[in-house]
């Protein structure tokens, strides 16, 4: 069925520490993927993306690897910081589709000081 | 103008109403989007405009009807809602139906 879902529901780490953030996929045409933040009360903001050519792609503290032989997605946080503390979504872009962008459940991530 | 505002921000509603949540962008953007969204699970994807055109409608009742009036401006009409509708309503904005979706702050609908 339609699923793009994540390993983890939460993840706390230690404000400083690199965190990780999985997400496995099931439509093997999807070609583009997205990483979103949402904090409470907002809506979700773009982190990076990833297309299915690319293997690794590094932002500003943030790095996203894309394993299309297992069809797994990672969000790296480098140096975690407490404004990271968000529910963080992978995104997958069914272009076959016609545009459907589909989320996977999230993962809340918590940042102690 | 890299934003997208969606109006009202709060809106409390019977199940006889009829009311509408606004979208606006003024990106140029190609493709619009209605998602809906629940407490701590993600957002659903409801309809999807392309060139102010529906392409995509993921079975949505008929108690909810888009509208895209032009280029920058998308409705969701709501009309004889049940309070399970009761929900975060996201619009989203991209270039064209390949790219990065750029999300309004949404508009919290209560149903009682």
């Known amino acids: 069925g339609e699923s793009v879902g994540l390993h983890l529901p939460t993840l706390s780490v230690q404000e400083g520490d690199n965190s990780i953030i999985n997400c496995a996929y099931s439509n093997s045409a999807s070609d583009y993927f997205i990483w979103y933040k949402q904090e409470s009360g907002k809506g979700p903001q773009f982190i990076i993306d990833i297309r299915s050519n690319m293997d690794k792609r590094q932002g500003q503290r943030v790095t996203v690897l894309l394993n299309k032989t297992v069809k797994h997605l990672s969000l790296q946080i480098a140096a975690t910081q407490p404004g990271d503390s968000a529910v963080y979504f992978c995104?997958?872009?069914?272009?076959?589709?016609?545009?459907?962008?589909?989320f996977g459940q999230g993962t809340e991530l918590s940042v102690k000081p | 103008d890299t934003e997208v505002t969606q109006t009202p921000k709060h809106l409390v509603m019977g199940m006889t109403n009829k009311k509408s949540l606004k979208c606006e962008q003024h990106?140029?953007?190609?493709?619009m989007y209605w998602y809906k969204q629940k407490a701590k699970k993600p957002p659903e994807l409801m309809f999807v405009?392309?060139?102010?055109?529906?392409?995509i409608n993921e079975s949505v009742p008929s108690r909810f009807s888009p509208e895209c009036p032009n280029s920058s401006l998308l409705n969701l009409h709501l009309h004889a809602l049940q309070p399970e509708d009761s929900a975060l309503y996201l619009c989203a904005s991209s270039q064209d139906w390949t790219g990065e979706l750029f999300f309004g702050e949404g508009s919290r609908l209560t149903v009682l």
């Open positions: 990106m140029g953007h190609r493709a």
């Open positions: 405009y392309s060139y102010e055109k529906l392409s």
């Open positions: 995104a997958e872009n069914r272009g076959n589709q016609g545009g459907k962008l589909i």
